[in-house]
């Protein structure tokens, strides 16, 4: 394993580790859904429409057509 992670290392990576809710747990969907009935769509619109604007960010030139030459 050591000599993978440093293979990866050398080529510019490194190894990132998420932990997430177990949405396998009935608890745990359950929680997930009374914080989703506590949402206020108008929130979510607003958080939406930002994470759009500035995700045409990430799209090449050569795809907007705003090619500056």
Request: hydrophobic fraction near 35%; glycine fraction near 2%.
């Amino acid at each position: 394993m050591k000599m993978m992670r440093d293979r990866r290392r050398r080529r510019g990576l490194r190894e990132l580790r998420l932990v997430v809710p177990d949405t396998r747990l009935r608890s745990v969907r359950r929680r997930l859904a009374a914080q989703v009935s506590r949402l206020v769509p108008s929130d979510e619109d607003e958080a939406l429409n930002w994470i759009e604007a500035v995700s045409e960010f990430d799209i090449p030139e050569h795809l907007t057509g705003n090619e500056t030459r």
